[in-house]
């Protein structure tokens, strides 16, 4: 397998503090209602306990992205040396069939530039030998950038619960879920 | 997330009217030669008019407009791109046709657009049937943009159509709005036994006061409209074309996208 970056999403990790979004809105300054970075909590369904988790999530920079096979006009571009997802936002013309195919609803509809936009996996600062700054805020290490080709996914989930599972895109994310919360009883202790 | 995106609406509806009046006359022509050049350019005509309107309405659903032409330029694996290709030829053929067809019709001509705009709905129905959107991942929109060109080609149809050949543009009106019929009330219902996207999709269809227009107006009440007169009034595409405008308002804004349950049971 070549290289292929992607993100490791630790739910046992993740305390939903939103320091990983709120970087990456520090970092790119996207218009009012753009967000490329969300954190999700688990819904009581799949996590039916006071505690609550979370699952921190962006672009997943698929083996197979929808929004680069829809575009109609080849504005996205997948690089060969690590397999980031790339939008080329001058070439977009705002048709919004990405924004409308991709299952994670990562691309986002920029109403100021009329155009569609995404997280960049900080691709620069890749290039610059330097963390996403989403991985580079987490307090608690609960996002971490990993590479599929060489990364020992034991204790890894592929396609987590709450997760929308798409083998034929094969998105580039891994997770851990969270543990059961611990309940302390009177007697126990 | 979801919007009624006007300009799609307009674009799907018309040119799927335009393209289910050309088949109909190609039917027409393959079934007797009772086509007077002059009435079948003047449909063409019309299909071309109204293939051009909503070609314009589309436009406006480009955040830049300008980029049109651009729209082509993955043609290699975006269905976006096909659509909008095919559709162009569609459009050039037909204008071909109301050019060369004034001494007497051509029935290669007629076939070949025909089957241009059949394509035209194949590729719509792959452009709109994208994995966020686990309903309509599948072969339905396809279905449905078919079930509207034949119905909206049919009853448009009528008011070109000869002595000799309404009854069987009637026949397939009648047939197509029984299809219809049946497939737009069956179709949600299954979506409710599916997963969890798709059964949110089938209740939000089935709350949704444009679907039950959809079914009273664009299906229910024409064929009634058809069983009462003993005929079909010329009048009846306009009573279709309402209903199938508030059935595709449906199918983009009541349609469920994955991204909304993110975090919940799929």
């Given at each position: 397998?070549?290289?292929?970056l992607?993100?490791?999403v630790?739910?046992?990790?993740?305390?939903?503090?939103?320091?990983?979004?709120?970087?990456?809105?520090?970092?790119?300054?996207q218009?009012k209602?753009?967000?490329?970075?969300?954190v999700?909590?688990?819904?009581?369904e799949?996590?039916?306990?006071?505690?609550?988790a979370?699952?921190?999530?962006?672009?997943?920079h698929?083996?197979?992205?929808?929004?680069?096979?829809?575009?109609?006009?080849k504005?996205y571009?997948?690089?060969?040396k690590?397999?980031?997802?790339?939008?080329?936002?001058?070439?977009?013309?705002?048709?919004?069939?990405?924004?409308?195919s991709?299952?994670y609803g990562?691309?986002?509809?920029?109403?100021?530039?009329?155009?569609?936009?995404?997280?960049?996996?900080?691709?620069?600062?890749?290039?610059?030998?330097?963390l996403?700054?989403?991985?580079?805020?987490c307090?608690?290490?609960?996002?971490?950038?990993?590479?599929?080709?060489?990364?020992?996914?034991?204790?890894?989930?592929?396609?987590?619960?709450?997760?929308?599972?798409?083998p034929?895109?094969?998105?580039?994310?891994?997770?851990?879920?969270?543990?059961?919360?611990?309940?302390?009883?009177?007697?126990?202790l | 997330?979801n919007?009624?995106?006007?300009?799609?609406?307009?674009?799907?509806?018309?040119?799927?009217?335009?393209?289910?009046?050309?088949?109909?006359?190609?039917?027409?022509?393959?079934?007797?030669?009772?086509?007077?050049?002059?009435k079948?350019?003047?449909?063409?005509?019309?299909?071309?008019g109204?293939?051009?309107?909503?070609?314009?309405?589309?436009?406006?659903?480009?955040?830049?407009?300008?980029?049109?032409?651009?729209?082509?330029?993955?043609?290699?694996?975006?269905?976006?791109?096909?659509?909008?290709?095919g559709?162009?030829?569609?459009l050039?053929?037909?204008?071909?046709?109301?050019?060369?067809?004034?001494?007497?019709t051509?029935?290669?001509?007629?076939?070949v657009?025909?089957?241009?705009?059949?394509?035209?709905?194949f590729?719509?129905?792959?452009?709109?049937?994208?994995?966020?959107?686990?309903?309509?991942?599948?072969?339905?929109?396809?279905?449905?943009?078919?079930?509207?060109?034949?119905?909206l080609?049919?009853?448009?149809?009528?008011?070109?159509?000869?002595?000799t050949?309404?009854?069987?543009?009637?026949?397939?009106?009648?047939?197509?709005?029984?299809?219809?019929?049946?497939?737009y009330?069956?179709?949600?219902?299954?979506?409710?036994?599916?997963?969890?996207?798709?059964r949110?999709?089938g209740?939000?269809?089935?709350?949704?006061p444009?679907?039950?227009?959809?079914?009273?107006?664009?299906?229910?009440?024409?064929?009634?409209?058809?069983?009462?007169?003993?005929?079909?009034?010329?009048?009846?595409?306009?009573?279709?074309?309402?209903?199938?405008?508030?059935?595709?308002?449906?199918f983009?804004?009541?349609?469920?996208?994955?991204?909304t349950?993110?975090?919940?049971?799929?």
């Open positions: 397998m070549t290289k292929q992607g993100f490791f630790d739910s046992e990790r993740c305390i939903g503090c939103f320091t990983c979004a709120m970087a990456c809105k520090n970092q790119y300054h218009e209602g753009v967000v490329w970075r969300k999700y909590p688990l819904k009581e799949i996590y039916p306990h006071k505690e609550r979370f699952y921190s999530l962006a672009c997943n698929c083996e197979n992205p929808t929004c680069l096979n829809v575009c109609p006009v504005a571009y997948k690089r060969e690590d397999g980031l997802v790339v939008h080329e936002q001058e070439k977009c013309i705002g048709c919004g069939n990405c924004i409308r991709c299952p990562a691309p986002q509809y920029n109403p100021v530039l009329k155009k569609a936009e995404k997280c960049s996996f900080c691709h620069q600062r890749i290039d610059d030998g330097r996403p700054i989403c991985v580079l805020s307090p608690v290490d609960a996002i971490q950038m990993i590479d599929l080709a060489e990364v020992d996914t034991t204790g890894m989930v592929r396609f987590a619960p709450g997760f929308p599972k798409q034929s895109l094969n998105p580039s994310v891994r997770f851990r879920l969270p543990k059961l919360p611990v309940v302390v009883r009177r007697e126990d | 997330m919007t009624y995106e006007t300009p799609l609406i307009l674009f799907t509806v018309l040119s799927q009217l335009s393209i289910g009046l050309v088949a109909m006359s190609t039917l027409r022509q393959i079934a007797g030669p009772d086509i007077e050049p002059n079948l350019r003047m449909e063409w005509l019309v299909a071309g109204v293939l051009l309107a909503g070609m314009i309405a589309s436009i406006f659903h480009l955040g830049h407009p300008g980029g049109m032409v651009q729209a082509i330029t993955n043609l290699g694996s975006a269905w976006l791109s096909r659509e909008a290709l559709t162009g030829v569609f050039a053929l037909l204008v071909a046709g109301v050019i060369i067809m004034r001494e007497k051509s029935l290669g001509l007629i076939v657009t025909a089957l241009v705009g059949l394509l035209v709905i590729s719509m129905g792959m452009t709109y049937s994208p994995p966020s959107f686990p309903a309509m991942n599948n072969v339905l929109p396809f279905v449905f943009f078919f079930i509207t060109a034949m119905l080609g049919a009853s448009v149809g009528v008011l070109f159509s000869s002595d050949t309404l009854p069987m543009v009637s026949r397939i009106l009648t047939v197509s709005l029984i299809v219809g019929l049946v497939v009330l069956i179709v949600p219902c299954i979506w409710l036994s599916g997963g969890e996207i798709m949110q999709t209740e939000q269809w089935l709350a949704s444009l679907y039950w227009g959809r079914i009273v107006i664009g299906l229910a009440l024409p064929l009634a409209i058809i069983w009462t007169l003993k005929k079909t009034p010329g009048w009846l595409w306009v009573i279709i074309l309402v209903g199938e405008l508030l059935g595709r308002a449906v983009f804004a009541n349609t469920v996208h994955t991204a349950n993110m975090g919940g049971i799929y």
